[in-house]
């Protein structure tokens, strides 16, 4: 069974820093697309950056491009999101999510089929 959890998340003054943690179990990061994606209140889900597994080219939405970095951990089956520079903006509940079909990474959320709980992150100003 897929199972992902994701940790990291909190409260923090703006221009802070936190790095999200999402652990797999039940199948390998290796052969898929990873995506983190986040939800604010009262807004659609947006993707935040991926990885594809085809080269691991990592990508970022303009908003967060040089502030956020995704990576995979020396941890097995671990990705990570460091973000720095938070913005109060940024405030909203981050997922990790696997498109077990493809190795290219899309923000189509569309394209994922298995998703972490979330874990929220609140940036105050």
Not at 7 to 17: K, Y
Not at 27 to 53: L, N
Request: aromatic share 12%; with cysteine; glycine share 12%.
């Amino acid at each position: 069974e897929v199972h992902l959890v994701e940790s990291g998340g909190g409260l923090v003054q703006a221009g802070g820093s936190l790095r999200l943690s999402c652990a797999a179990s039940g199948f390998t990061f290796d052969d898929y697309a990873i995506g983190w994606f986040r939800q604010a209140p009262g807004k659609d889900s947006e993707g935040v950056s991926c990885i594809s597994s085809s080269d691991g080219s990592t990508y970022y939405t303009n908003s967060v491009k040089g502030r956020f970095t995704m990576s995979s951990g020396n941890a097995k089956n671990t990705v990570y999101l460091q973000m720095n520079s938070l913005k109060p903006e940024d405030t909203a509940v981050y997922y990790c999510a696997v498109d077990p079909l493809e190795r290219l990474c899309s923000f189509s959320s569309l394209r994922y089929d298995y998703w972490g709980q979330g874990t929220q992150v609140t940036v105050s100003s």
